[in-house]
């Protein structure tokens, strides 16, 4: 491959701080979500209410697939880099949108169908820019060192997770209700377009990737991408999607759902259980780019084996230690859960992009990443409280996530191991 003058390192961080940028305008719909509730849904009852804005929040996750296949598409025939910059933009005016909207009160039933409409542009959006930076980092870097590489795309995210988290408690703590509702909520949502605007011009000062630029120069960009990927490397995209499903609930099960459990399952005051999380979140995001290391030593598979091995073993004892130990032992069981899941997140993303030649690279990694979130996570806290309710004890949750554990071993059995090798770059027409 030829060599590009942009230095790979910088390149590697701007497309990881990007996707964090975006995350950050993704997630902050669901801290907000009270005020949406009594802003956009004005019914008697406040959880039809809530469960209205939370549905919303959901539709973003079901909108991510479609997104997935636009950006594949688009990304393979004209760069990655296109694609990241289209992504964000439309990520930009539909957060810039949702803090201009007006509320019921305004303009009625419009008001809660546009934001549905704001909140699927949100969802198609980042359903493109993930997978996109997943490609760009992977493409940029080093053989012996994509793990480290791809794993900070997610360290990324989750500083993005942390900062929106952070921009909604600065909001509801130095703000009146009364402010907070009339015009205090729209704060958050008017700097994602500064946000954006910052990710934007990162993203626009760096190359395109060597990769991509040989298909050109070859003449080996498909037609039609996705018809391509379906019809030559079905077997690859299931071998992603059964490595997402772990990946996904993870992610739903024990970061996001994980302060409601706490509250309804284990007596831990709601406000103690997202202090909790928010801390487990931190510990989780440190020992994503450490994974991401050490699978470039020893290999994807290992790391992905062992993670998944110990997560099948150790996933109800440790809802056990959640559910009926102390406070302390229940930070213990959160911790252990956040590093073992890192093994997972950390390893997971580069080996998507190993998975796949490079033509059908960005596609490949877009709808094998999209429909393991868009089923797997939206599902998981849905799949968790009905277990509990159906088998009538705490640690039920557990079984989905063992259930995920053994998709994942199998998946790993058939996939290659793609550590410091060069990535797939053959065209098969």
């Known amino acids: 491959m030829q060599q590009l003058s942009t230095s790979k390192t910088k390149a590697v961080l701007i497309s990881s701080i990007g996707g964090g940028l975006e995350n950050y305008d993704f997630i902050l719909y669901v801290f907000f979500a009270p005020i949406f ?121 989750n500083v993005g997770l942390l ?51 040989t298909l050109e120069q070859n003449e080996d960009i498909l037609k039609n991408p996705v018809r391509h990927l379906f019809r030559i490397h079905y077997s690859e995209v299931m071998q992603g999607v059964g490595l997402v499903w772990l990946f996904a609930v993870l992610i739903a099960q024990v970061f996001l759902y994980m302060p409601t459990f706490l509250d309804t399952e284990a007596h831990v005051h709601l406000n103690t259980a997202l202090i909790l999380n928010s801390y487990n ?19 994807r598979k290992p790391i992905i084996f062992s993670s998944a091995f110990l997560i099948l073993l150790a996933s109800y004892p440790l809802y056990t230690l959640l559910t009926h130990a102390s406070l302390i032992m229940k930070i213990v069981g959160l911790n252990c859960f956040g590093i073992l899941a890192a093994g997972i997140v950390g390893t997971v993303p580069t080996t998507l992009a190993e998975l796949f030649p490079t033509h059908v690279r960005y596609s490949g990694i877009a709808i094998s990443y999209n429909i393991g979130f868009a089923i797997f996570a939206g599902s998981a806290p849905v799949v968790a409280t009905y277990l509990i309710y159906k088998l009538h004890f705490a640690e039920a949750p557990s079984f989905n996530i063992i259930v995920a554990a053994i998709m994942a071993l199998i998946a790993a059995v058939k996939m290659k191991e793609g550590s410091g090798k060069t990535l797939l770059h053959h065209v098969v027409k």
């Open 37 to 157: 509730a009594q802003l956009f849904f004005p019914v008697k009852n406040n959880f039809l209410s809530l469960l209205n804005a939370l549905a919303i929040f959901a539709i973003g996750y079901l909108a991510r697939p479609i997104g997935g296949i636009v950006f594949g598409h688009y990304g393979d025939k004209f760069g990655r880099k296109r694609g990241m910059l289209i992504s964000i933009t439309i990520m930009a005016i539909a957060t810039v949108a949702i803090g201009c909207l007006p509320t019921y009160a305004t303009i009625g039933v419009a008001a809660p169908i546009l934001l549905v409409i704001f909140r699927i542009l949100q969802g198609f959006a980042i359903g493109g820019d993930l997978p996109g930076a997943i490609s760009f980092v992977a493409e940029y870097s080093d053989n012996h060192k994509r793990g480290l590489s791809c794993s900070t795309v997610f360290f990324a995210v």
């Open 163 to 213: 900062l929106s988290s952070a921009v909604a408690a600065l909001t509801t703590s130095l703000l009146t209700h009364e402010h907070l509702i009339s015009w205090g909520w729209r704060i958050g949502f008017f700097l994602g377009l500064i946000i954006a605007v910052v990710g934007f011009y990162l993203r626009s000062k760096i190359a395109e990737t060597a990769y991509f630029k």
């Open 281 to 299: 979140v931190v510990i989780f995001a440190l020992f994503i780019p450490i994974m991401g290391y050490l699978s470039d030593k020893v290999g």
